[in-house]
T-cell receptor, first 115, second 109 residues
Framework: DTAVSQTPKYLVTQMGNDKSIKCEQNLGHDTMYWYKQDSKKFLKIMFSYNNKELIINETVPNRFSPKSPDKAHLNLHINSLELGDSAVYFC??????????????FGEGSRLTVL | GQNIDQPTEMTATEGAIVQINCTYQTSGFNGLFWYQQHAGEAPTFLSYNVLDGLEEKGRFSSFLSRSKGYSYLLLKELQMKDSASYLCAALDSNYQLIWGAGTKLIIKP
């Protein structure tokens, strides 16, 4: 009954490889996000999708690309992985709200380690 | 630039009260959030303030002063399970969340 689920939870890979992280939410929310949390614990937004339309695209390298087949899914593809990409990546969703992002519902996180 | 400041770490005793402060500087302001994050887990929503004053929710309360760019999270009757990081985040004029680095709260018996 997980509200926001992401897979895999752990990913260890070599520099230069391409990898994907999948995210699904069963809350019926219109907006989904990808966040990166580095070793210093800062949460940095990477992408936001609203009804399959990209509405935020922070200055992340174009090696990162979000893919949303439908409003319940937002997958993250990463090409040519670099050491600095090692972090925990959180998927999140939020309902429509006059609070803007409002209350965010996070997935459990995917810990990516690039060797 | 936009900035959120909160202490890196705090220690408190089980059963006591602790106040975690947060100051923010953002381009416009549409509210302030507090999230709790246990080690190795996802952040979970605790509170939202957009008007000045105190919002109470059980053992947790959150306060906001817009004129001072200041908020605090007050935790009462501390329990060991309250050991976690507490993240402050402000919503700017573009409705983007600006996050602090979090305050790691250590509860001792």
């Amino acid at each position: 009954d997980t509200a926001v689920s992401q897979t895999p939870k752990y990913l260890v890979t070599q520099m230069g490889n391409d990898k994907s992280i999948k995210c699904e939410q069963n809350l019926g929310h219109d907006t989904m996000y990808w966040y990166k949390q580095d070793s210093k614990k800062f949460l940095k937004i990477m992408f936001s999708y609203n009804n399959k339309e990209l509405i935020i695209n922070e200055t992340v390298p174009n090696r990162f690309s979000p893919k949303s087949p439908d409003k319940a899914h937002l997958n993250l593809h990463i090409n040519s992985l670099e050491l600095g990409d090692s972090a925990v990546y959180f998927c999140a969703s939020s309902p429509p709200s006059d609070r803007g992002p409002g209350e965010l519902f996070f997935g459990e996180g995917s810990r990516l380690t690039v060797l | 630039g936009q900035n959120i400041d909160q202490p890196t770490e705090m220690t408190a005793t089980e059963g006591a009260i602790v106040q975690i402060n947060c100051t923010y500087q953002t381009s416009g302001f549409n509210g302030l959030f507090w999230y709790q994050q246990h080690a190795g887990e996802a952040p979970t929503f605790l509170s939202y303030n957009v008007l000045d004053g105190l919002e109470e929710k059980g053992r947790f309360s959150s306060f906001l002063s817009r004129s001072k760019g200041y908020s605090y999270l007050l935790l009462k009757e501390l329990q060991m399970k309250d050991s976690a990081s507490y993240l402050c985040a402000a919503l700017d004029s573009n409705y983007q969340l600006i996050w602090g680095a979090g305050t790691k709260l250590i509860i001792k018996p």
